[in-house]
């Protein structure tokens, strides 16, 4: 194959004022990956290039590095599909301060997945003779999720932690969904009520590209869904993000559409007078551009058929075993 050019970003924190790129010439061979290439530009051009890698067969997650603006892990990954006009473009994770070269410090996400315990807690009054077993059933519940092999590209690419730093992150929500889930945990709701605190598992924006970059079956968003599934049920309820959703449900249900009065109030929380005051700037900016949604309710024409779908919805939900609960379906 014909000769390609890394373009590599290259800084070290403490020594250069701003990053610059490094350009480099390689000629690829077929089936090589993305780590090959990096370990021959360093064996044979370049030895001050630094990156992390250990195992070379996608089960340490250390090589993980942004190629082409994506999060990829570089042991898993042939070079020869990345190739564009002749270019591979190399950068360090995103979301995280460079140490040098592709090395990026990974304390924020460390930091990140302790605040949410991530081990098994049993319950030690419960003293099991044996390991405590889990049918097969069971286990298939957390099989996916335990696959994370922590690499941080999920982190690197998550579109909120671009913007807000204090964001528990796909990775550490997905790690909150292991223990969740398994059977064996003791701890499950106090689990929960920590993930729906601000910051946690209803402030993610569904982007999807963390399962998009996760190069495992962990896939965090799914994850995420689930877990939000799993504190509606338990009636974990009393967040932004949970009354969001309900909310949302309750206007389809009743106007078969958006209601854009209703769902800011209904998710701050009817009594919460300071959330309130804190949303009228916007409602008042909307009104003055005239982006304000009309006062007045809106109902769709058939109106009555939505309604239909979420009783529907309720009976098939109950039959096939759910509480019916409003939070379940639907009145
Ligand atoms: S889906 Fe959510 S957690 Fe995943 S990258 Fe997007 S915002 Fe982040
Ligand atoms: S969830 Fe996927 S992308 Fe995120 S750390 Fe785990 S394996 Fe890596
Ligand atoms: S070197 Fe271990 S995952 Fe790539």
């Known amino acids: 194959m014909s000769e390609i050019t890394f373009r ?110 991530p081990w098994l807690q049993p319950n030690l009054a419960d003293e099991p003779e044996r390991e405590r077993l889990q049918t097969p059933t069971q286990f298939q519940l957390i099989d996916d999720v335990t696959t994370c092999i922590l690499c941080a590209s999920c982190w690197s690419d998550c579109n909120v932690l671009e913007v807000d730093k204090k964001f528990l992150g796909p990775a550490t929500l997905a790690k909150a969904h292991r223990f969740i889930f398994d059977t064996r945990d003791a701890k499950g709701q106090e689990r929960m009520e920590r993930i729906t605190e601000p910051n946690g598992v209803w402030d993610c924006t569904h982007c999807g590209e963390c399962s998009t970059r996760c190069p495992t079956e962990t896939k965090p968003l799914a994850r995420i869904e689930e877990t939000r599934e799993a504190v509606m049920k338990a009636g974990i309820t009393n967040s932004p993000g949970a009354r969001h959703a309900l909310g949302f449900r309750e206007s389809m249900r009743w106007f078969g559409a958006l209601n854009e009065n209703y769902l800011p109030i209904r998710s701050v929380g009817f009594f919460n007078i300071p959330g309130i005051l804190g949303i009228m700037p916007v409602g008042l900016r909307m009104m003055l551009k005239r982006k304000a949604p009309p006062m007045l309710p809106h109902w769709i024409d058939k109106v009555g058929e939505v309604k239909r779908i979420f009783k529907r919805f309720h009976e098939l939900r109950k039959s096939a075993g759910g509480t019916g609960t409003k939070t379940d379906g639907d009145d």
Not at 14 to 29: C, F, I, M, Q
Request: hydrophobic share 35%; proline share 4%; aromatic share 8%.
């Open 8 to 117: 590599i970003y290259r800084f070290e924190a403490g020594k250069d004022t701003s990053p610059r790129y490094d350009e480099y010439k390689l000629a690829l061979e077929e089936g090589d990956t993305l780590l090959k290439c990096l370990n021959n530009i360093r064996g044979t051009q370049d030895g001050t290039l630094a990156y992390r890698m250990s195992c070379g067969s996608a089960i340490c997650g250390s090589c993980a590095m942004r190629a082409n603006g994506h999060a990829l892990l570089a042991c898993k990954t042939q070079a020869a599909g990345l190739v564009k006009n002749g270019v591979i473009q190399l950068d360090p994770l995103g979301n995280f301060p460079v140490i040098r070269d592709l090395v990026v410090d990974l304390e924020p996400f460390w930091g990140s997945l302790r605040k949410v315990s």
